[in-house]
């Protein structure tokens, strides 16, 4: 029998009787008191917060595993520190204004960067729109006085893979994945995740929603023999199958990958996205970007400044960003 889509009636009565039981679990709010009376004990109605949240992000399980396990964390913190703060009897539906402006507050007096601080805002908004509560959290990031992030550097992140790195390898998958990104500045979920037979298109690459950030399917073109190499390889190795090991989970490889990088001595590996970033830019524009020495954006006439956008607006969608101002952070400005 085909599977239905669960009916209105069907989704508000499983949300009210999830909220019942957090009601239960966590009681309701107060504000900060510090009076004895109305001091809760020291750590139950924390942890009963801890949990609330936590049952929610299971039940909700929006984006990618790294989206989702950061904003695990991210709530997690949230509801300590809102109970350091003096919030007592807090429950997962009881948010309001009054707490985001007292957690923004003391993130602003720790001296968070803009770029963590957003990070943070952008999972409260997620907890207060799964209770139906977005006008909780204001839209813009604005109305708490919080700075648009700073892209320009114009110092290089890039790295590239030593061969000596690579013979410490004793994982064929985790040197491959490794190898992708490089190759096609993937993330390392993507790499990790990555099927040749799916995404081997001839001439482009095509990456699938489920292994993206955000859940948005992608292309990369196919433009060199290395790169066409590369995917040789992997689907020798791997045939029609990923480069995560039958009977083994994503989590499960990616603990593998990681242990491997360490081994190797390979430490962040995001600078490979920011080398196929380089490399692209330069590609496509002719000249070296900021990053590497090239002219800045002042530097460069009004056709040049055309060209310099149409290649950022392409590199953006190849790493998956899509907005061109991001490129900022890969090639300079």
Same mark, same amino acid.
């Given at each position: 029998?085909?599977?239905?889509?669960?009916?209105?009636d069907a989704q508000?009565?499983?949300?009210?009787?999830?909220?019942?039981e957090l009601e239960?679990?966590g009681?309701?709010d107060s504000?900060?008191d510090?009076?004895?009376?109305?001091?809760a004990?020291?750590?139950?109605?924390?942890?009963?917060?801890?949990?609330?949240?936590?049952?929610?992000?299971?039940?909700?399980?929006?984006?990618?595993?790294?989206?989702q396990?950061e904003r695990?964390r991210?709530l997690?913190? !949230?509801a300590t520190?809102l109970?350091?703060?003096?919030?007592r009897?807090?429950?997962a539906?009881?948010?309001?204004?009054k707490?985001?402006?007292?957690?923004?507050?003391r993130?602003?007096?720790e001296?968070l960067?803009?770029?963590t601080m957003?990070?943070?805002m952008?999972?409260?908004?997620?907890?207060?729109?799964?209770?139906?509560?977005?006008?909780?959290?204001?839209?813009?990031?604005?109305?708490?006085?919080?700075a648009?992030?700073?892209? !320009?550097?114009?110092?290089?992140?890039?790295?590239?893979?030593?061969?000596?790195?690579?013979?410490?390898?004793?994982?064929?998958?985790s040197r491959?994945?490794?190898?992708?990104? *490089?190759a096609?500045?993937?993330?390392r979920?993507e790499?990790?995740?990555?099927?040749?037979?799916?995404?081997?298109?001839?001439v482009?690459?095509?990456?699938?929603?489920?292994?993206?950030?955000g859940?948005?399917e992608r292309e990369?073109?196919i433009?060199?023999?290395?790169?066409?190499?590369?995917?040789d390889? !992997?689907?020798?190795?791997?045939?029609?199958?990923?480069?995560?090991?039958?009977?083994?989970t994503?989590? *499960?490889?990616?603990?593998?990958?990681?242990?491997?990088?360490?081994l190797a001595?390979?430490?962040g !590996?995001?600078?490979?996205?920011?080398?196929?970033?380089?490399?692209r830019y330069?590609?496509l524009?002719?000249?070296p970007?900021?990053a590497q020495?090239g002219?800045t954006?002042?530097?460069?006439t009004?056709?040049?400044?055309?060209l310099?956008?149409?290649?950022?607006l392409?590199?953006?969608?190849?790493?998956?960003?899509?907005?061109?101002?991001?490129t900022?952070?890969?090639v300079?400005?």
């Amino acid at each position: 029998m085909p599977r239905t889509k669960p009916s209105v009636d069907a989704q508000e009565s499983f949300w009210r009787a999830f909220f019942h039981e957090l009601e239960i679990l966590g009681g309701g709010d107060s504000e900060p008191d510090d009076s004895a009376d109305d001091f809760a004990p020291a750590g139950d109605t924390m942890r009963n917060l801890n949990y609330q949240l936590k049952q929610l992000c299971h039940r909700n399980r929006d984006g990618s595993f790294a989206t989702q396990a950061e904003r695990e964390r991210t709530l997690a913190l !949230v509801a300590t520190q809102l109970h350091e703060l003096g919030f007592r009897n807090l429950s997962a539906q009881g948010l309001k204004p009054k707490h985001v402006d007292a957690l923004v507050e003391r993130w602003t007096e720790e001296g968070l960067s803009a770029g963590t601080m957003k990070n943070r805002m952008a999972h409260l908004r997620w907890w207060a729109e799964k209770l139906d509560k977005a006008s909780m959290v204001a839209r813009s990031n604005d109305a708490y006085g919080i700075a648009d992030r700073h892209f !320009v550097t114009n110092v290089s992140k890039a790295s590239a893979l030593q061969d000596a790195q690579l013979e410490r390898l004793t994982d064929t998958n985790s040197r491959l994945s490794l190898e992708l990104q *490089a190759a096609f500045g993937l993330r390392r979920a993507e790499s990790i995740k990555f099927n040749v037979s799916f995404a081997d298109r001839g001439v482009v690459l095509v990456l699938k929603a489920s292994w993206c950030k955000g859940g948005k399917e992608r292309e990369i073109p196919i433009r060199t023999a290395e790169q066409r190499a590369v995917l040789d390889t !992997v689907r020798s190795h791997c045939g029609k199958g990923s480069l995560i090991p039958a009977g083994m989970t994503y989590k *499960a490889q990616l603990d593998r990958f990681k242990h491997q990088c360490s081994l190797a001595g390979i430490h962040g !590996v995001h600078g490979l996205r920011h080398a196929y970033a380089q490399a692209r830019y330069q590609e496509l524009t002719g000249w070296p970007c900021p990053a590497q020495g090239g002219p800045t954006s002042r530097q460069l006439t009004p056709a040049q400044k055309a060209l310099d956008r149409a290649a950022r607006l392409e590199i953006s969608r190849e790493l998956g960003h899509e907005r061109e101002q991001v490129t900022a952070i890969y090639v300079g400005r």
